[in-house]
T-cell receptor, first 113, second 112 residues
Framework: DTEVTQTPKHLVMGMTNKKSLKCEQHMGHRAMYWYKQKAKKPPELMFVYSYEKLSINESVPSRFSPECPNSSLLNLHLHALQPEDSALYLC????????????FGSGTRLTVV | DQQVKQNSPSLSVQEGRISILNCDYTNSMFDYFLWYKKYPAEGPTFLISISSIKDKNEDGRFTVFLNKSAKHLSLHIVPSQPGDSAVYFCAASANSNYQLIWGAGTKLIIKP
C-alpha cells in the first residue's frame, strides 16, 4: 500500500457546522502533514505530526483542530469555519519529518457556505 | 517576499520535444530542492529532488539541474509525453527545516 487516503473527497458545510477530515496511510510513515491549497496557489503547510506528536502549527486559527489518534491516522476537526476557508485540504506523509519525499493524498475539496 | 519563484505560469511544448521548467530562489541557505507534479483535483506527487552538493540529478525522463551561483534550478523532461501535462511546483528547504517553501507553479501543456 503506497497511498495516502483522504475522506471525504468533497465536503460542503455551513459556518455553524462541525465536521472532520480524515487521512490514513499504511506505509509505516512516522510524519504526517496537513496542507491547505487555494486555487492556482502552492500548498500551504498547516500542521506537522512527528511520531504522533504535533511538532509544527503554522499559526493556524483554532477553528482547525488536528488530531493524530495513531501512527496511521490523522484527522482535522473543523468548527465555525468561514467562507474563506474553502480550499483543497491535502494530507501528506513521509518516512520522517526530515524526509521531503512526501506522499500526498488526493485531498478533500471543502466548501464553506 | 517570494523566496522561490517560478516566473512562467504556463508552458506549451510539442509531444516528443524537451520541456524545461525553471525555478529561481533568493535564499542562499536553501540546501535541498524538489519538484512536484500536480494533476487537477489530486495532491502533488513527488517527482525528483536535488541536494545543494550536486548540480545534476537524473531519474528516467526527468533531470534536475542546479546552478547555485545563479540560484537557479530547472527540470528537464525528455521526451515530453501527453501524461506530463500538469502543474509543476518547485520547492526548497533550508537546514533540514520541516517547512518547504513552494513556488507558484508552472502549468505544462503537452500538445499532440
Amino acid at each position: 500500500d503506497t497511498e495516502v487516503t483522504q475522506t471525504p473527497k468533497h465536503l460542503v458545510m455551513g459556518m455553524t457546522n462541525k465536521k472532520s477530515l480524515k487521512c490514513e496511510q499504511h506505509m509505516g510513515h512516522r510524519a504526517m502533514y496537513w496542507y491547505k491549497q487555494k486555487a492556482k496557489k502552492p500548498p500551504e503547510l498547516m500542521f506537522v505530526y512527528s511520531y504522533e506528536k504535533l511538532s509544527i502549527n503554522e499559526s493556524v486559527p483554532s477553528r482547525f483542530s488536528p488530531e493524530c489518534p495513531n501512527s496511521s491516522l490523522l484527522n482535522l476537526h473543523l468548527h465555525a469555519l468561514q467562507p474563506e476557508d474553502s480550499a483543497l485540504y491535502l494530507c501528506a506523509s513521509s518516512q520522517a519529518s526530515s524526509d521531503y519525499g512526501y506522499t500526498f493524498g488526493s485531498g478533500t475539496r471543502l466548501t464553506v457556505v | 517576499d517570494q523566496q522561490v519563484k517560478q516566473n512562467s505560469p504556463s508552458l506549451s511544448v510539442q509531444e516528443g520535444r524537451i520541456s524545461i521548467l525553471n525555478c529561481d530562489y533568493t535564499n542562499s541557505m536553501f540546501d535541498y530542492f524538489l519538484w512536484y507534479k500536480k494533476y487537477p483535483a489530486e495532491g502533488p506527487t513527488f517527482l525528483i529532488s536535488i541536494s545543494s552538493i550536486k548540480d545534476k540529478n537524473e531519474d528516467g525522463r526527468f533531470t534536475v539541474f542546479l546552478n547555485k551561483s545563479a540560484k537557479h534550478l530547472s527540470l528537464h523532461i525528455v521526451p515530453s509525453q501527453p501524461g506530463d501535462s500538469a502543474v509543476y511546483f518547485c520547492a526548497a528547504s533550508a537546514n533540514s527545516n520541516y517547512q518547504l517553501i513552494w513556488g507558484a507553479g508552472t502549468k505544462l501543456i503537452i500538445k499532440p
